[in-house]
């Protein structure tokens, strides 16, 4: 099986969809779950809201793999043997990579950020859950941006079910 | 439109499509790199104190609230000030272990210790220094009780059992003069500092200038820690300390100036370096005739408005309390600052450690006015900070 230069780039784009978003995702939750291992050490009832503060940047790299499993799929990478693919076609799949990629970065940092200071609030006042995930989940909004714009970019590039 | 990008490709001086887009990778790859470090440096600096700082946090959370400190300021004695603190988790098992300041005072250390074993390791050195307090703060105890012919038990009664010496204090316990306690401290650097201050000692026969050596020590040793911060929150833990420094520096300048003290008097007890307030201001300021002359060559400083608001009362009363008062509010507000401005660093530490010493000092004034007879609830919260 000889890959072709579009087919290659489709997985430069899926490459890079789960790689940003997972470093993005990675980062931040280890940041949130250092918080909510200090909040349990002081705290053993902190466990349950910790792990949601934790996991909440979790969701980065889920949109980050869907797009990337999408591309593959559509590029026939997997479950196929790889479709003809041009090269416009394959930039678009690193368009649409770098999107959920660089978006869920920005937003998997920042989630956990906020995360691990909710938790340092929560564990300090408990009345600030809520207020707490309110503010954790603001950053999700750009990983939804994101992930929008890299299903619209497969789309008008016939990646997505072609 | 496939043969109009062959020939734009062609007219950049590539052969064909496939060099190009090699190209365009490597460029990618650069700028993922970039983008990498750029998004992760400043990473580095809050990712060591999301862990401590939860902790912190969870401590703070447990700061005795103003309705909690009203309700122990209106127990009717001294067993129900310990019985209501016996009630509360993070006091009661030395509350069971020691006598009710003793009890405070070791909550307070234990605090210290367990900080010092939590923050990131750039800071890990300035708060062992800051550990040497307890040391520091044993071997005076030890000092005085000495002086004032306790018996053993009652000395070991002050003593905390924190810092680097607590597993060798018995042999200071049982030293019979100040010149034993020196012996008993070989080896360690209190030797040398008490050593040096020793003929002050036996001249006037006051503890003062022993005590005075191991403070200056102390802060001496702080400051040069926290001298070379490698980045923003130990940049803040500086200003925080060097805040303390001036703080101390200029009590003792003030209290100096209320007696007549003169700069040869004042100078050995002073911290040269300090932090705003450096070496030549500090000369000037010892050099100052009274009071009021410190306070004004003050202006230009962050010291020099609140000294100013708290003069009256100091002419009024002739105590330099409120001045001093003052100042420590000064270093509190510090920290309350710091806790603000870089909540992702160093700031909650800060302002915990700010809010714990303020509760501990409170605590004491109840303990020992519930001591007194007579003592009213309205003094006692006349006294609190």
Same mark, same amino acid.
């Given at each position: 099986?000889?890959?072709?230069?579009? !087919?290659?780039?489709?997985?430069?784009? !899926?490459?890079?969809?789960?790689?940003?978003?997972?470093?993005g995702s990675?980062?931040g939750?280890?940041i949130?779950? +250092?918080g909510g291992?200090?909040?349990?050490?002081?705290?053993?009832?902190?466990?349950a809201?910790g792990?949601i503060?934790a996991?909440?940047?979790?969701?980065q790299?889920i949109?980050g $793999?869907?797009?990337?499993i $999408?591309?593959?799929?559509?590029?026939g990478?997997?479950g196929?043997?790889?479709?003809?693919?041009s090269?416009?076609?394959g930039?678009?799949?690193?368009?649409?990579? !770098?999107?959920i990629?660089? +978006?869920?970065?920005?937003?998997g940092?920042g989630?956990?950020?906020?995360?691990?200071?909710?938790v340092g609030?929560?564990?300090?006042?408990k009345?600030?859950?809520?207020?707490g995930?309110?503010?954790a989940?603001?950053?999700?909004t750009?990983a939804i941006?994101?992930?929008?714009v890299?299903?619209l970019?497969?789309?008008? +590039?016939?990646?997505?079910?072609? | 439109?496939?043969?109009?990008?062959i020939?734009?490709?062609?007219?950049?001086g590539?052969?064909s499509?496939d060099?190009l #887009?090699?190209?365009?990778?490597l460029v990618?790859?650069?700028?993922?790199?970039?983008?990498?470090?750029?998004?992760?440096r400043?990473?580095?600096?809050?990712?060591?104190?999301?862990?401590?700082?939860a902790?912190?946090?969870?401590r703070?959370?447990k700061?005795?609230? %103003?309705?909690q400190?009203t309700?122990?300021?209106e127990?009717?004695?001294?067993?129900?000030?310990t019985?209501?603190l016996?009630?509360?988790?993070?006091?009661a098992k030395?509350?069971?272990?020691?006598?009710?300041?003793?009890?405070?005072?070791?909550h307070l250390a @234990?605090?210290?210790?367990t900080?010092t074993?939590i923050?990131p390791?750039?800071?890990?050195?300035i708060?062992?220094v800051?550990?040497q307090k307890w @040391?520091?703060r044993?071997? /005076?105890?030890?000092i005085a009780?000495?002086e004032a012919?306790?018996?053993r %038990?009652?000395t070991?009664?002050?003593?905390?059992?924190?810092g680097e010496?607590?597993?060798?204090?018995?042999?200071?316990? @049982?030293?019979?003069?100040?010149?034993?306690?020196i012996?008993g #401290?070989e080896g360690?650097?209190?030797?040398?500092?008490?050593?040096?201050a020793?003929?002050?000692?036996?001249k006037?026969?006051?503890?003062?200038?022993l005590?005075?050596s &191991?403070?200056k020590?102390f802060?001496?040793?702080?400051?040069?820690?926290?001298s070379?911060?490698?980045d923003?929150?130990? *940049?803040a833990?500086?200003?925080y300390i060097?805040?303390?420094?001036?703080?101390?520096n200029l009590s003792?300048?003030? *209290?100096?100036?209320? %007696?007549?003290?003169m700069?040869?008097d004042i100078?050995?007890?002073?911290?040269s370096?300090?932090y705003?307030?450096?070496?030549? /201001?500090?000369?000037?300021l010892?050099e100052?005739e009274?009071?009021?002359?410190v306070?004004s060559?003050?202006?230009?400083?962050?010291y020099?408005q609140? #000294?100013?608001d708290?003069?009256?009362?100091y002419?009024?009363?002739g105590?330099?309390a409120?001045?001093?008062?003052?100042?420590?509010? /000064?270093?509190?507000q510090t920290?309350?600052? &710091?806790s603000?401005?870089?909540?992702?660093?160093?700031g909650p530490?800060?302002?915990f450690l700010? /809010?714990? %010493?303020?509760?501990? *000092?409170?605590?004491k004034v109840?303990?020992?006015?519930?001591?007194?007879?007579g003592?009213?609830?309205?003094?006692?919260k006349?006294l #609190?900070?």
């Open positions: 099986m000889v890959l072709e230069i579009g !087919a290659a780039l489709v997985a430069i784009g !899926a490459g890079v969809a789960i790689g940003f978003a997972g470093l990675g980062l939750q280890g949130a779950a +250092a291992v200090g909040a349990v050490a002081e705290d053993k009832g902190m466990f809201q792990l503060f996991v909440l940047a979790e969701t790299a949109y $793999l869907l797009i990337a $999408l591309l593959m799929l559509g590029a990478l997997i196929g043997t790889p479709k003809p693919i090269v416009a076609a930039l678009a799949a690193v368009g649409a990579g !770098a999107a990629g660089f +978006a869920g970065l920005g937003s940092i989630q956990g950020i906020t995360g691990a200071s909710s609030a929560v564990v300090e006042d009345d600030m859950f809520a207020q995930l309110i503010f989940v603001l950053s999700e750009q941006y994101g992930l929008l890299a299903i970019i497969m789309l008008g +590039a016939s990646l997505l079910g072609a | 439109m496939a043969d109009g990008i020939s734009i490709v062609a007219q950049m590539f052969p499509i060099p #887009l090699g190209l365009l990778a990618g790859l650069i700028v993922g790199a970039i983008v990498i470090v750029v998004v992760i400043p990473l580095l600096d809050i990712f060591p104190y999301a862990y401590p700082n902790r912190v946090r969870a703070t959370g700061i005795l609230t %103003e309705k400190l309700e122990i300021i127990s009717n004695d001294l067993t129900e000030v019985n209501y016996r009630g509360l988790p993070d006091y030395y509350i069971d272990q020691y006598p009710l300041e003793k009890a405070l005072d070791t @234990d605090n210290y210790e900080l074993k923050v390791k750039d800071i890990k050195p708060f062992s800051l550990l @040391d520091i044993n071997i /005076k105890s030890i009780a000495k012919d306790l018996s %038990e009652e070991v009664n002050l003593i905390v059992p924190f010496l607590k597993d060798s204090l018995d042999k200071l316990l @049982d030293a019979k003069n100040i010149t034993e306690i012996n #401290l360690t650097a209190y030797a040398h500092v008490l050593d040096e020793l003929p002050a000692y036996q006037t026969g006051m503890v003062l200038p005590e005075a &191991l403070d020590f802060l001496e040793n702080l400051l040069t820690a926290a070379n911060p490698s923003e929150s130990a *940049r833990l500086h200003s060097g805040t303390q420094i001036d703080a101390a003792i300048i003030l *209290r100096a100036k209320a %007696e007549g003290l700069y040869d100078q050995p007890y002073i911290i370096d300090g705003q307030i450096r070496e030549w /201001k500090l000369k000037d010892m100052s009274s009071v009021g002359n306070v060559s003050l202006d230009g400083t962050e020099a609140i #000294l100013t708290a003069l009256p009362e002419t009024k009363t105590s330099v409120p001045l001093e008062a003052a100042l420590d509010e /000064k270093v509190r920290a309350k600052a &710091l603000v401005k870089i909540p992702f660093g160093i530490i800060v302002g700010s /809010k714990k %010493e303020k509760e501990i *000092r409170n605590l109840i303990t020992r006015a519930k001591r007194e007879i003592f009213s609830n309205s003094k006692i006349e #609190l900070v």
